[in-house]
Every structure is written in C-alpha cells, then in structure tokens.
C-alpha cells in the first residue's frame, strides 16, 4: 500500500491549488484520511481530516480557506486551497491513519500511520 500525492507549486498569493493523494494497493478500506504540512523551520501540522464516512476538521489558519474532500471509491483525498497566503508556503504530505487492504496471501490485514511523499506549496509573488 501507497500514498501518492500531487498537485504541489508555486502560486501568487490570493490564487488557489488542489492537492491529490491517490493511495494504491489492494485496499479495502481507508479509515481517517488526512492532510499535513511542514514549513522550513517549524514542525509539521496537521491542516486538515476526513473520516470515511465525511466528517471533516481543520486547523484555524486554514478555515474557511481549504475544503478536504475524498472519493472513497477511488481511495483519493483532496485539500482544496483557496485564498492562499505565503504562510501557507510548506511541503503538504498526506496520511491515512488506518488501511484495510488483502495481502499476498488473500488474507485482510489492517496497517496504520501511512504517509506519502510530500508535495511542495509556495506562496510568492
């Protein structure tokens, strides 16, 4: 199991981007899917989650602003980011915290705490 996420660059302040994380695998199911990011210097953050069933939550600097969203059929993820600011400038990494997939065997198996490579967001004009 993967996580592949895209849509990362640069960006004026103000202008938006949408950031995609496909995860791939023999998955069944992907429990909490989640956004984070990292600027230079700082810890990395939680931006953004999504449960299976669509529940949403977000960190303050970014309500209103990012919209997360999923397709559970194709074990995608979303950040829609409007309004972008140059604080928002990170590499942007997405998680899954729990994933049911088949192994090699056939057999079901739960993994946890998956992560993909990150993609990198610039805020500049």
């Known amino acids: 199991v993967q996580l592949q996420a895209s849509g990362g660059g640069l960006v004026q302040p103000g202008g938006s981007l949408r950031l995609s994380c496909a995860a791939s695998g023999t998955i069944q199911s992907i429990n909490v899917m989640n956004w984070y990011r990292q600027a230079p210097g700082k810890q990395r953050e939680l931006v953004a989650g999504?449960?299976?069933?669509?529940?949403?939550t977000y960190a303050d600097p970014v309500k209103g602003r990012f919209t997360i969203s999923r397709d559970n059929a194709k074990n995608t993820v979303y950040l829609q980011m409007n309004s972008l600011k140059p604080e928002d400038t990170a590499v942007y990494y997405c998680?899954?915290?729990?994933?049911?997939?088949?192994?090699?065997?056939?057999?079901?198996?739960?993994?946890?705490?998956?992560w993909g490579k990150g993609t990198l967001v610039t805020v500049s004009s």
């Open positions: 999504i449960t299976r069933g669509g529940s949403t």
């Open positions: 998680n899954a915290d729990s994933i049911t997939y088949l192994n090699g065997d056939g057999y079901l198996r739960n993994g946890v705490d998956y």
